[in-house]
């Protein structure tokens, strides 16, 4: 596992995330991906949405709007307490988060979650916790942010209305779970997914794409009977596991947090977290809701959101378990999880990122071994690119060629030589192996088809 600045250089360089508006200097904790890192996220995003839709027949996907009307936000109670404790330094005006600073202090020792505003600012007085960025002690009062971006919307002048960026996805699946069940004809229990684009205005440590103010997170909602919510709530903790197997994790690097402080209405809640370079952190939760978020909808919009169950004639409002992950922080963790720094026999080193096959940006990349083989190494291209994501490369050494692949994860270069003309055969040199064997042209697709299961 490489330390964030090591993996940041390589995603740079080799085209997975970019910072963000880097040529006008940037935009703090905002990034772009390039075209190896679309792939990737892209996939990892497929490989959710295949085990969370496409392989569970109870649950549904829906892609909701961004934009909300507001009133969600006050049924959500994000308008009134998503905020975060925050501090600024009265000598370098820099801002910072009572809890994150607390944290550090204290490396685990005591848990600003559990702690008022009070207790964090008695805290740090005492230990005289300092500024990170100058070092001074003198601090204001904590105040609480909202971490809501807004904006306003209207035609005219006097008549805009607020508006917020949503700050999580899963009210939109919230407020669509009588039109899924409905238009679906489902019963419960019952699931609803979405992937989108979240927002939060929150204050960012660094940390590469760890946390940031626009990111996307894949969710889902089973909605189930109360008697059974807390057997569907670890039926979910060990699907969320299961799922970062099977891309790939290693389970030593994965473990189940449990949080200390429970909302009102959750019966359960944890996290599973996962031993990024700085330390173990949140890669997801699973948060056993009650009927509370139905409930509050019904409450703020008047609509019934009752469930009327066609065995029982029983009516009620459903519970939730939640299910939530960051598509970006999963990426960098699956980044963080692949790279290695290898040592080969006779002391070469090279980089390499054993991606899973099924998540790896590109399968297979065709290497002409010299240029003059390229119009019979384009046709390999074209053949295979029909089925799955191929990059051609031409240029320097093999040697090079191979290294650049590893670098960039490809599980399989294709390498055309002169037998390849004469007998339509070429090399598969394994990434992680190295390994290499010789396969007919026509047999590729059905052999990388095999590699890249899962
Ligand atoms: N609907 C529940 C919810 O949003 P959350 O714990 O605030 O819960 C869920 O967020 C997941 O979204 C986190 O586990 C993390 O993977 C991701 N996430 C949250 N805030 C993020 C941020 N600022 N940057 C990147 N990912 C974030």
């Excluded at 905020?83 to 801002?95: A, E, L």
């Excluded at 909605?223 to 060990?238: G, I, M, P, T």
Aim: glycine letters at 6%.
């Amino acid at each position: 596992m490489g330390d964030f600045n090591k993996i940041a250089n390589l995603c740079k360089s080799r085209g997975f995330i970019f910072p963000g508006s880097e040529i006008y200097d940037g935009l703090a904790n905002t990034w772009d991906y390039g075209p190896v890192g679309v792939e990737l996220k892209n996939n990892i995003k497929r490989a959710w949405w295949k085990k969370f839709v496409q392989e569970a027949p109870a649950s549904y996907g829906v892609d909701a709007d961004i934009f909300m009307n507001s009133k969600v936000w006050d049924a959500s109670g994000h308008t009134a307490s998503f905020s975060d404790p925050k501090m600024d330094c009265k000598s370098c005006k820099t801002r910072h988060r009572a809890d994150n600073l607390i944290e550090v202090h204290a490396k685990g020792s005591v848990n600003p979650d559990l702690m008022s505003n009070e207790e964090m600012e008695q805290y740090i007085a005492e230990h005289k916790v300092c500024c990170p960025k100058c070092g001074r002690c003198d601090w204001t009062n904590i105040r609480n942010f909202n971490l809501m971006f807004s904006t306003s919307r209207g035609v005219t002048e006097e008549g805009q209305n607020l508006i917020y960026l949503r700050p999580e996805t899963a009210q939109g699946e919230f407020v669509n779970f009588l039109n899924v069940q409905r238009s679906m004809r489902a019963k419960v229990p019952f699931g609803i997914a979405q992937i989108g684009k979240a927002f939060r205005n929150e204050v960012t440590p660094g940390n590469f794409t760890f946390r940031t103010i626009e990111f996307e997170q894949m969710e889902h909602q089973w909605f189930c009977k109360a008697e059974n919510s807390l057997e569907d709530y670890e039926v979910y903790k060990k699907k969320a596991w299961d799922f970062l197997l099977s891309i790939g994790f290693n389970s030593e690097n994965l473990r189940y947090h449990d949080h200390d402080k429970l909302a009102h209405y959750a019966k359960a809640a944890c996290d599973i977290q996962y031993k990024y370079p700085i330390g173990w952190q949140e890669l997801n939760g699973i948060h056993h809701r009650g009927d509370w978020d139905l409930s509050r909808h019904q409450e703020y919009s008047g609509k019934s959101m009752l469930y009327l169950d066609p065995y029982t004639n029983e009516k009620y409002i459903p519970n939730v378990v939640e299910y939530s992950i960051g598509a970006d922080r999963l990426t960098l963790a699956v980044l963080c999880e692949a790279y290695e720094e290898e040592t080969l026999e006779g002391g070469d080193t090279r980089v390499v990122m054993h991606f899973h096959p099924a998540i790896a940006p590109y399968k297979v990349a065709v290497l002409p071994l010299q240029k003059n083989l390229s119009e019979k190494a384009l046709e390999v291209y074209t053949k295979l690119s029909k089925y799955f994501m191929v990059t051609y490369d031409e240029a320097g050494s093999i040697g090079k060629r191979y290294r650049r692949q590893d670098e960039i994860g490809t599980p399989m270069c294709v390498t055309i030589d002169f037998d390849t003309l004469e007998n339509n055969t070429v090399t598969i040199r394994d990434r992680d192996t190295m390994e290499q064997i010789r396969l007919s042209v026509d047999e590729l697709v059905n052999y990388v088809n095999q590699k890249i299961a899962y």
